[in-house]
């Protein structure tokens, strides 16, 4: 039985236009993510008939191999959920909007809004090759930070928790802004679900004690 499964969109292909292109967004989720999922649960699959044979010679690909996979499938569910149609979506989180502590905490971590947008923009649109720009949420410091994620899951904090993910890869975005990935980066602060990042936010600080247990 698959351990993982491919999440349903919460919208129609449609709904980010002309953000993203319908398109974009069925090729991304019907065939990119679907082949993370299958890659993760293929991987287990044959780590599971390793363990049962005690053949350990392709240990370290198969947990690289898990490693791209599940961590593909995780930031792309993110992902989905960050974004909202360009009329609910964008603009700056505001305590009015009922996510004032995210905005604050994004205020108190980078010293304003345009600073943090600044450098996520400029992580996501310089990663070296295929990758994402990522605030996350660190729970020994208890701030908020950007990170750069080669591939699914280079160079990043352990311990840490994205709240929102700009995917950076070609295939989020070449069909229609061609090779002009800073165009895509700016044009995707139009769809930012202000709300669920508020909510991934609360959520990461609500467990971030789980590092720190005490013996």
Known sequence: ?????????????????????????????DKH????VKGANDTLEQLAEARDKETWGAINGLEKNLAFHLSGHILHSIYWQNMTGPKDGGGEPL???GVGELADAITESFGSFARFKAQLSKA???????GWGVLAYEPLSGRLIVEQVYDHQG??????????VFDAWEHAFYLQYR???????????QVVNWQDVARRYE????????????P
């Open 1 to 29: 039985m698959p351990v993982y499964t491919l999440p349903d969109l919460p919208y129609d292909y449609s709904a980010l236009a002309p953000v993203i292109s319908p398109e974009i967004i069925e090729l991304h989720h």
């Open 95 to 97: 305590a009015q909007d």
């Open 179 to 189: 090779n002009q990935k800073v165009d895509f980066i700016e044009a995707m602060w």
């Open 33 to 36: 993510h679907a082949a993370y």
């Open 155 to 164: 160079n990043v904090g352990q311990g840490s928790t994205p709240i929102l």
């Open 124 to 130: 996501a649109a310089t990663t070296q090759g295929s």
């Open 203 to 214: 959520a990461a600080k609500s467990r971030a004690d789980v590092l720190l247990l005490a």
